[in-house]
């Protein structure tokens, strides 16, 4: 680390020599981790320019990963530090609106609503014939559905819903992990692209605010999002209201992108290479949802961090035994490192693994807590409903108005990422047929 003296980790395990791919550019940071571990074994530590960061793989170490409270280790401050790399600082000030806000059950199903609209569009863009890279078309999609649940439908339409999506994937919070190689330019240009697409984006919501205002609360439908995100900025000095409201939707906007539109591209792209499994999945729903649970399992490259504030005690299992973590400390593990090769098998793609969203039993896991999608503990993801939902909605809804076929044999994810679910390291090209009414 830069400071002179790292915080204090007790006793201290192996520190592995390599570098973190903040630091300094590392072409693949999960092959450099993994090995790591494989040198040093299933606890140690990386020193990086400007963290200490603990990682644990055993499965006593992963499970205490998981038990760790978040007054102490926390999973917000861990992410914030992550993600302003890319983000300005005033993004994050004075929020009154955050993505764990969005899933309560009458907002699950106005997303939904919104699902089918981008859908319909989507279909009307498509035509009856289409050539598309299955990635920059699910994000589109994505951005559509959640743009107008969270932004207003008047955002996810024509020329607005064009500047946005340009403005929003300039700003893209994910490149803090997607391409942690590019973070040392974004910081030596002082985020200038970043701030100027912030100033783009919140002019355009500025013009929905306004379309809202002059048609008032009662044009709106009831429980809209975008209504209350609002209401939050009521009776505030018109500048403040305006860039605090347009911030709240950014912020959350950019949380949405950072998983879903990549775990369904990859459930696409896993259905499109078994047309067999496609058509049973098609008459079965559950199947449908248990090969969106598989494809998001193997394309995880989560990196899950908690930031040290308070003094920890970390039991990482046999080999070092109980460690203690000072405040200031991260303490990591990393899913690509375990989803695939904690018990034999889990390299292969098999949706019949799962007993609903659980994984059934397996022989040869050492502990639940090594496999997942969506995560473990009080952290688990609380748009899991939601984006399993999507996925199969989209799913099926595109296989059944259209023939699928695939002009790729295989994908492979993005080597430079680290974080959240993979990117593809190459255009997946996809044919779109009508299907005979
Ligand atoms: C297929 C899509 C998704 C996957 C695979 C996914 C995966 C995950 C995982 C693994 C975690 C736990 C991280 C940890 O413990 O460090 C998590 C947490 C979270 N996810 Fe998702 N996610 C997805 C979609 C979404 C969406 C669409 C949103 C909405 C904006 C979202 C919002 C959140 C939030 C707010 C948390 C933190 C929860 C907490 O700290 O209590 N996720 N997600």
């Known amino acids: 680390m830069a400071t002179a003296e790292p915080p204090e980790i007790t006793p201290l395990p192996p520190v592995a020599g390599v570098a973190l791919p903040w630091d300094e550019v590392v072409p693949d940071p999960i092959a450099a981790l993994g090995a790591a571990r494989a040198a040093h074994g299933d606890t140690f530590v990386v020193d990086g320019a400007h963290d200490r960061v603990l990682f644990l793989f055993s499965p006593a170490g992963v499970r205490s990963f998981y038990g760790l409270a978040e007054e102490e280790a926390s999973k917000g401050v861990a992410d914030w530090r992550m993600l302003r790399r890319k983000l300005p600082a005033e993004l994050f000030s004075g929020r009154r609106t955050l993505p764990h806000e969005l899933f309560g059950r009458h907002d699950v199903a106005a997303h939904l609503d919104h699902l089918a609209q981008a859908l319909d569009d989507t ?5 009856d014939e289409a050539d598309v890279d299955v990635f920059a078309f699910t994000r589109r999609l994505a951005h559509r559905m959640g743009l107008a649940s969270w ?3 008047a955002s996810a339409r024509g020329a607005r819903f064009e500047a946005l999506v340009a403005a929003l994937d300039a700003l893209d919070a994910s490149d803090a992990f997607v391409r942690p190689d590019l973070m040392a330019q974004v910081a030596a240009d002082d985020q200038a692209t970043e701030r100027a697409a912030l100033a783009a984006a919140t ?5 929905t605010l306004a379309e809202h205002d002059a048609a008032g609360p009662a044009a709106a439908p009831e429980g809209d999002l975008f209504g209350r995100i609002v209401e939050r900025w009521d009776g505030e000095d018109p500048d403040v209201r305006r860039t605090g409201i347009a911030h709240d939707v950014v912020l959350v906007h950019l949380g949405s992108m950072s998983n879903l539109f990549a775990a369904l591209g990859w459930t696409v792209v896993d259905l499109v290479l078994r047309p067999d499994v496609l058509a049973a999945a098609l008459d079965d729903p559950r199947l449908l949802e248990r090969c969106a649970l598989e494809s998001t399992r193997i394309a995880q490259r989560s990196i899950m961090l908690r930031h040290v504030l308070a003094p920890v005690d970390v039991d990482t299992g046999p080999d070092h035994g109980r460690v203690a973590v000072a405040p200031g400390a991260t303490v990591a593990t990393l899913l690509p490192l375990t989803n695939t090769t904690a018990a034999p098998g889990l390299d292969r793609w098999d949706p019949d693994r799962w007993r609903g969203r659980r994984l059934g039993p397996h022989d040869g896991l050492p ?12 952290h688990t993801c609380p748009a899991q409903p939601f984006s399993l939902a999507v996925i199969t909605r989209t799913v099926a809804r595109l296989a059944t108005a259209y023939a699928l076929t695939p002009g790729f044999t295989g994908a492979s994810p993005l080597p430079a990422q680290v974080g959240g679910v993979a990117r593809a390291a190459a255009p997946c090209p996809l044919h779109l047929g009508r299907r005979d009414p």
């Open 123 to 127: 279909e009307a863009e498509l035509g």
């Open 203 to 207: 002019a355009l919501l500025s013009e």
């Open 367 to 378: 502990a639940p807590e090594l496999v997942t999608a969506f995560g473990h503990g009080s």
């Open 151 to 153: 932004a207003g439908p």
